[in-house]
């Protein structure tokens, strides 16, 4: 299967974000990405509720929501989340993991678990069932415009590995930080399947969001 895009909604530029809208749903992305930072998990603000209900009034693309906060269990119910939807959030960000994620499972949307690039994929091997994604963060989260940290290529190779070893190959691998276009092919050749594109690819300033797709579609073949 060809890999999926989901663009990184705070990459775009604000001031024409409807027309950016329209442009990734001309160029079919799969997903749309949000980022959503609570000054408490990670060291910034981004993407609040509001935001994410303006968009669902001039698109049906499914969103991909990143909850980068902590306590992810108590906003759930603020986002609107929808079948088909993504919603990630970090092992560290709860007591209670599991039981964060069948909640998630009960909104019917697609449950995935991020890691941080020093995180083990290890953390997730008794909650396995209970995915559908697991997000490799390539960077450290908390701002775009990020270097990629080398180690993760070889986290998706060995996560891929695991994944397979365990029987649970059909989930998925997103990978999110420093998506560029020769980056995109590392990962997937790595064994990525769904990737956020921001600032690297997708988001560059004075170039085309749909010919900018187009080309990231080609490396992720």
Known sequence: MPGKIS??????????LENAIKKLKEAKVE???????????VPNFTLGPDILKSIREITNIPFDIHLMVQNAENYLELFDIRPGDIV???VESTKHLQRLLQKIKQLEAKVAVALNP??????????????????VMTVNPGFAGQKLVPATLKKIV???KYLQEKGF??????????????????????????????????????KSIVENIKKLRACIV
């Open 7 to 16: 663009p990184s909604i705070m990459c775009a530029d604000f001031r024409n």
């Open 169 to 206: 190959g059909h989930i998925e691998i997103e990978v999110d930080g420093n998506v560029s276009y020769e980056n995109a092919k590392k990962m997937r050749t790595a064994g990525a399947d769904i990737f956020v594109g921001g600032t690297s690819s997708i988001f560059i300033k004075g």
């Open 158 to 160: 060995r996560l891929d």
């Open 88 to 90: 990630s959030v970090h």
């Open 118 to 135: 020093a995180t083990s994929i290890y953390m997730i091997e008794d909650v396995l069932e209970d995915l559908n994604i697991v997000l």
């Open 31 to 41: 997903y749309l990405h949000f980022d959503i930072m609570d000054g408490h998990f």
